[in-house]
């Protein structure tokens, strides 16, 4: 990460707040919002992002699975705009698996999730969408939720002792599960 990025880093204020839902699909900040989420998440090298990462207090997120050393069966998507989502679980068995954040640098965590989520969404268009995710895009998916309502991953952790620092995740693990 450039010492100028505006990811927004644990401690910020906006990182803790509920984001408010989005009602003008037509305005020109949205846009921007959509082009600079899709530009940091690229650039990070990340596979989700969401917008009080960069800032900006709005119920928007982008979940873009690809394959990855650790989840080779993933699903290579195109990135995907998801505006106002909200999910049901499919599945309540939870699964602990790493994850990472661009707003919490050098540490990595296992983190239970559900393994299959249904989502409704708007898409940038405005238009109502449903998708149902599965195992990793499904984790992606709740990761960059939680940063819609004020929480974090570590929020998530059940022991301090699933916390480790990047460095010995990567001697653990190799190179796997990209931030979100
Ligand atoms: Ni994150």
Redesign the pocket.
Known sequence: MSQSSPIQQLGAEVLRQTALAVEDFTASELVTLLNELMQHMQAENGV?I?AP?LGVSLQVLVVASRPTPRYPNAPTMSPLVMINPRYQVLDETLIKDWEG????PGIRALVPRYPSVLVDFQDRDGQSQQIRFDDFPARVFQ??YD?LIGL??LDRVESNRDIVAESEFYKRIKPVGA??
């Open positions: 989700g969401a990462q954040c661009l707003s919490v990761h960059e940063h974090v991953y931030a979100a």
